[in-house]
Antibody, heavy 121, light 108 residues
Framework: QVQLVQSGAEVKKPGASVKVSCKASGYIFTSYGINWVRQAPGQGLEWMGWISANNGNTNYAQKVQGRVTMTTDTSTSTAYMELRSLRYDDTAIYYC??????????????WGQGTLVTVSS | EIVMTQSPVTLSVSPGERATLSCRASQSVNSNLAWYQHKPGQAPRLLIYGASTRATGISARFSGSGSGTEFTLTISSLQSEDFAIYYCQQYSNWPPWTFGQGTRVDVK
């Protein structure tokens, strides 16, 4: 069965970087893209970006463009999301989600459990 | 950027009743519209994609309709496990794939 297992909670200081991992299993990793979505406390869902696990192509939301880098390691079927220059309003639960359809950028259908990133001095 | 607007913000419904949630797009997204259910402490769950296709394992009491700019999610007979926040998301134009702000369905 499809599973996405994310790394554990992080506490970071303003200005630091965080790198969240998302290890996939149960399907051919390179056949599906990975979306990253976050939810700040008391807020709704916010789409951050997408990466193709096939060729590494990315598409980022303008709000985080320039501070975010999404990558994959096909040898370990793991996707990564790195966010730099952290601000207090980056405090959120970060989710990875596998595309619904193979080889086509779409919406997440299978999700990781979420990673809480707290930005605090 | 396509703006997604959901209404109402909160919907109070008694168990067994029907719930109707709306989602409006600022421009046409054709049928590239999904609905998610989100409960505290859990990952979101995909309910509907393509505006009206139920995702694998989703109960038939969930149905979606609409195209273009106006969409509806209907829960035919609310069960206790259905009380949650529901989000629509467009995947027609990117970046970004935008979410609506959510509709909270709670017990009346």
């Amino acid at each position: 069965q499809v599973q996405l297992v994310q790394s554990g909670a992080e506490v970071k200081k303003p200005g630091a970087s965080v790198k969240v991992s998302c290890k996939a299993s149960g399907y051919i990793f390179t056949s599906y893209g990975i979306n990253w979505v976050r939810q700040a406390p008391g807020q709704g869902l916010e789409w951050m970006g997408w990466i193709s696990a096939n060729n590494g192509n990315t598409n980022y939301a303008q709000k985080v463009q320039g501070r975010v880098t999404m990558t994959t390691d096909t040898s370990t079927s793991t996707a990564y999301m790195e966010l730099r220059s952290l601000r207090y309003d980056d405090t959120a639960i970060y989710y990875c989600g596998r595309d619904l359809i193979a080889m086509v950028p779409t919406i997440p259908s299978f999700w990781g459990q979420g990673t809480l990133v707290t930005v605090s001095s | 950027e396509i703006v997604m607007t959901q209404s109402p913000v909160t919907l109070s419904v008694s168990p067994g009743e029907r719930a109707t949630l709306s989602c409006r797009a600022s421009q046409s997204v054709n049928s590239n519209l999904a609905w998610y259910q989100h409960k505290p402490g859990q990952a979101p769950r995909l309910l509907i994609y393509g505006a009206s296709t139920r995702a694998t394992g989703i109960s038939a009491r969930f149905s979606g309709s609409g195209s273009g700019t106006e969409f509806t999610l209907t829960i035919s007979s609310l069960q206790s496990e259905d009380f949650a926040i529901y989000y629509c998301q467009q995947y027609s134009n990117w970046p970004p794939w935008t979410f609506g702000q959510g509709t909270r369905v709670d017990v009346k």
